[in-house]
């Protein structure tokens, strides 16, 4: 799926693309006083609003959850998984677009520029969830070494975002609608899966159609790990994985036949 020369200019250019990511970190607190300190403030008044006022509206509606924190951690858990597959696959469908002038000006591997978007949302991602995780632990609620199920349910996520991301950056290249319709898909994507209200509030004849939402599955297995301190359904993510490995397949392909096509459309 990945060729050799692929990887070998990836390598190549490692440093190009620490840079890009160093500096992308860097311009994104310019010129505020407290700086990258707002990579802490931000994600820390977010899950404190999820934990005082979530908890107390939502009350004991998770069924056979009744902890103080189980609506605030099934929320958080939800929240910043579809957090960082809405960066990936907004930022990347516009990735080429955005560095169309030096896609133009220099010769470099193309493909760092999808890496530099997944390696800032992850960076990202880290960020927010060191906190919650931090949260989880100082609040007694921190599910143990099952935590560490998370690592392939991350990785699933990741190779699903990206490879969605990646087809629709060469398609919004040729044809820029594609980046506005998803844009609106997205807003309709997000409430078709659990983030914000547990399955069970979903009417029973609607529940089964989350079968066909890739993203529902990997979302319920962060949560089912966060909340419930157990291992999730990996069956369930059985369809998620092959989907992902076939959105980089095809994303790979696409990129690989029109990379020189994109340069003279940008």
Not at 185 to 213: G, S
Request: a positive charge.
């Amino acid at each position: 799926m990945i060729s050799r020369s692929m990887l070998g200019g990836v390598w190549r250019y490692r440093g190009f693309i620490a840079g890009s990511v160093r500096r992308e970190f860097q311009a994104r607190y310019r010129n505020s006083l407290l700086g990258a300190a707002w990579t802490i403030l931000n994600p820390l008044a977010m899950i404190v609003v999820y934990t005082v006022i979530f908890s107390q509206v939502m009350g004991n509606r998770l069924q056979g959850n009744t902890g103080h924190f189980a609506y605030s951690i099934y929320l958080c858990a939800g929240v910043l998984t579809w957090g960082m597959f809405a960066e990936i696959t907004t930022r990347g469908q516009n990735v080429f677009l955005e560095n169309a002038n030096l896609i133009k000006k220099l010769q470099f591997p193309r493909i760092c520029l999808p890496i530099v978007v997944v390696l800032n949302a992850f960076v990202n991602f880290a960020i927010i969830f060191g906190l919650f995780s931090l949260f989880l632990v100082f609040s007694g609620s921190f599910p143990g070494a099952v935590y560490l199920a998370l690592l392939p349910v991350l990785a699933v996520l990741i190779l699903f975002a990206i490879g969605l991301a990646m087809v629709l950056g060469v398609l919004n290249v040729f044809f820029r609608d594609v980046g506005q319709f998803f844009t609106i898909l997205l807003q309709f994507w997000f409430w078709f899966t659990p983030v914000v209200y547990p399955v069970t509030a979903l009417p029973e004849q609607y529940r089964a159609w989350l079968a066909f939402n890739p993203m529902a599955a990997v979302v319920q297995a962060c949560q089912t790990i966060l909340l419930n301190g157990r291992a999730p359904d990996w069956g369930s993510l059985l369809p998620a994985t092959a989907l992902a490995l076939l959105l980089c397949a095809l994303g790979l392909q696409l990129f690989r036949k029109r990379a020189g096509e994109m340069v003279d459309e940008l």
